[in-house]
């Protein structure tokens, strides 16, 4: 089977930084797109982050343009995530997303890691 396990998370203050990691592990033959969403309470699960197999593309959401930049390691299978300058509203649970074909199907699917939590105190 194939998983992604996110790990970084945690409780900062308002203008610190924190670094988000997810590996995908199993029975792997290609990731695509590696990505990060997020989900704050009471609103819908957003696109936070997205970065092509290559590396040479990445796409940000407006919110965090500027102060989060994804990047993967190919090598590792891994996505990271450096969020700087975080403010209250960066608040939420975020998940790493990944479009992985694994070993024993001929089709690529988005697989889901269980999330990891960030809060941003003011």
């Not at 939420?92 to 960030?118: E, F, H, K, M």
């Amino acid at each position: 089977q194939v998983r992604l396990v996110e790990s970084g998370g945690g409780l900062v203050q308002a203008g610190g930084s924190l670094r988000l990691s997810c590996a995908a592990s199993g029975r792997i033959f290609s990731i695509n797109d590696m990505g990060w969403y997020r989900q704050a309470p009471g609103k819908q699960r957003e696109l936070v982050a997205v970065i092509t197999r290559s590396g040479s593309s990445t796409n940000y959401a407006e919110s965090v343009k500027g102060r989060f930049t994804i990047f993967r390691d190919n090598a590792k299978n891994t996505v990271a995530l450096q969020m700087n300058s975080l403010k209250p509203e960066d608040t939420a649970v975020y998940y790493c997303n990944a479009d992985i074909r694994p070993l024993y199907s001929n089709v690529a699917q988005y697989y889901w890691g269980q999330g990891t939590q960030v809060t941003i105190s003011s």
